[in-house]
């Protein structure tokens, strides 16, 4: 009879340890293809990771507040900030992961000095990645802001303007779309790898590898230090992770550690 409690309790002990599950929402490229990468090795660790890609930088974190989704990987700290801050939640950043510079696209010039008086540019909609657009722009020379370093500018902030820009501010997953259709197009790595666009080729203007907008995975402060999460953590830190990055995006998109 001890015999049989004691395999018992171990088919228990294993059964839970299998069934350990993580629910992570992620945007398409390369969130999520980073996450179907560490898949196999959590599975080993006794961890089922779903993951559920999202086209959009919000509902990624509305259903994490809201309990629907365990974690999502999508975002960099200054955006997390700006949506806790408007949305009064309480998300938080369990480990940094990579980096997606952001670029300036034309389907119809090849620098940027070819840009006419008038040009219609598009930038993402949201604060922080707004902001940092029209910050790549002013180190690129086309505009000066008000505040040279604040990264929540709008083009109301814009002090200098010798091209006489024109500024839309569209969703950062449309912008793809309708890069064809004007002058230039600011463009978050993640959806310009979508669109089949080569950062490291085809970008007029890039930020470099300094950029501060390093990539995070995020959670709720009540699950942020759960086992699960930190075998999820661990392994989007791993050499074996890293070689991937490197080697399939070229440079589109750099490890963080």
Known sequence: MKKLL???????????????????????????????????????EG????????????QPNVQVAEKRMDANFF???????????????????????????????????????????????VIPNDATNGGRALLLLQSAGLIKLKNP????????????????????????????????TVDLALINTNYALQAKLDPSKDALVIEGKDSPYVNILVARPDNKDS???????????????KQFILEKYKGAVLPAF
Do not use: W
Request: glycine share 4%; proline share 6%; with cysteine.
């Open 227 to 241: 086992p699960a999460m930190q075998k999820l953590a661990a392994a989007l830190h791993s050499p074996e992770l």
């Open 149 to 180: 370093t604040d990264i929540l500018s709008t083009p109301k902030d814009i002090v200098e303007n010798t091209k006489d820009l024109k500024f839309r501010e569209l969703e950062a997953a449309t912008l793809p779309r309708v890069y064809t």
């Open 47 to 58: 961890v089922v990771l779903n993951v559920r890609v999202f086209t959009d930088y919000v």
């Open 6 to 44: 004691v395999a018992c309790a171990a088919l228990f002990a294993l059964q839970a340890h299998a069934d350990e599950t993580l629910n992570v929402a992620a945007t398409a490229v390369p969130h999520a293809e980073i996450l179907e990468f560490v898949k196999p090795q959590l599975a080993k």
């Open 75 to 121: 975002q960099h700290q200054p955006y997390l900030n700006e949506f806790n801050a408007g949305k009064g939640t309480d998300l938080v950043a369990v480990t940094g992961v990579h980096l997606e510079p952001l670029g300036a696209y034309s389907s119809k010039y090849k620098k940027l000095d070819e840009l006419p008086g008038g040009a219609t540019v």
